[in-house]
């Protein structure tokens, strides 16, 4: 079993003091649930207020986002080895907000992973369909697409070792809307990535973990951890409120005790 993964991305909100107190209650919450990994994504400016907070302990700090250019003259950048430089251990890329609010492109993505990895950071690569994608019946279509052009560049650039990186699903309809995908909506399509990885790299496709983002919350959490494809979620709005981050939390780390009791029987 892959080890479950909880991560808040906290988009563009918080102040200078509710961030701190979000990060120490994250911090709290990954020193006691230790078989699960937990980490949080501030925005760039509170990343070095965060690092301070978990400094030396088990709380993974991520950006949301990193240049793709190494270094250089690209005002109001912020670069993937900077990141590191600062304590993060991982960044996400391509997330949804970022391909259809700022035009990034499926290249743009593949080199921003391509940048992590270079700075020993772990890319979390976004993939997701929109609503009109997912009536149509084209969902595989787009995230297999999105997925294909970061694993094209790696292999082809031979930067990694695929199993360094994490993918999360994200349905762009499901993001913020209060209407999560089912666990077997989820599953489906995370099944269906991990064959796409599989083809490439069998050993790697065992090993990276798809974590589910989109309206998780408190009350959904338990059933989407209960299907073995969800390795863990990506949670926007509900890692804003310290107490229904930890439960979400709570819940993978059951989802862990549950699944080593149905195997003992
Ligand atoms: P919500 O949990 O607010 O739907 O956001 C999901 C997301 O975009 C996480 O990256």
């Not at 240049?67 to 590191?84: I, P, R």
């Not at 809307?177 to 065992?206: C, M, N, W, Y």
């Not at 919350?217 to 951890?225: K, S, T």
């Amino acid at each position: 079993m892959r080890r479950p993964f909880v991560i808040g991305n906290w988009k563009m909100n918080g102040t200078i003091e509710s961030s701190r107190e979000l990060a120490v209650a994250a911090d709290k919450e990954a020193r006691s649930l230790s078989e699960i990994d937990i980490g949080i994504c501030p925005p760039f400016v509170r990343i070095a207020q965060a690092a301070q907070v978990v400094a030396g302990g088990p709380l993974q700090l991520g950006a949301q986002d990193c240049a793709k250019q190494s270094d250089g003259a690209f005002t109001g950048e912020v670069s993937a080895k900077m990141l590191e430089a600062h304590g993060c251990r991982l960044t996400l890329v391509g997330h949804s907000e970022r391909r259809t609010l700022f035009g990034e492109t499926d290249a743009d993505v593949a080199q921003k992973a391509q940048r992590a990895l270079e700075a020993g950071l772990m890319p979390m690569i976004c993939v997701g369909e929109s609503l009109d994608e997912r009536n149509a019946g084209r969902t595989e279509e787009r995230v297999g697409s999105q997925l294909d052009a970061v694993l094209d560049r790696l292999q082809a650039e031979q930067t990694a070792d695929l199993s360094r990186i994490t993918v999360a699903y994200e349905p762009v309809w499901a993001i913020g809307t209060g209407l999560s995908a089912t666990p077997e909506q989820a599953g489906e399509v995370h099944a269906f990535l991990r064959r796409r990885i599989e083809s490439r790299d069998p050993k790697a496709a065992l090993r990276i973990r798809i974590l589910y983002g989109g309206s998780v919350g408190q009350d959904n959490a338990r059933a989407l951890f209960s299907e073995s494809e969800i390795d863990g979620a990506l949670v926007g709005g509900a890692s804003l409120d310290a107490e229904k981050f930890a439960k979400i939390c709570q819940a993978a780390s059951r989802s862990i005790h549950r699944s080593e009791s149905d195997r003992s029987g």
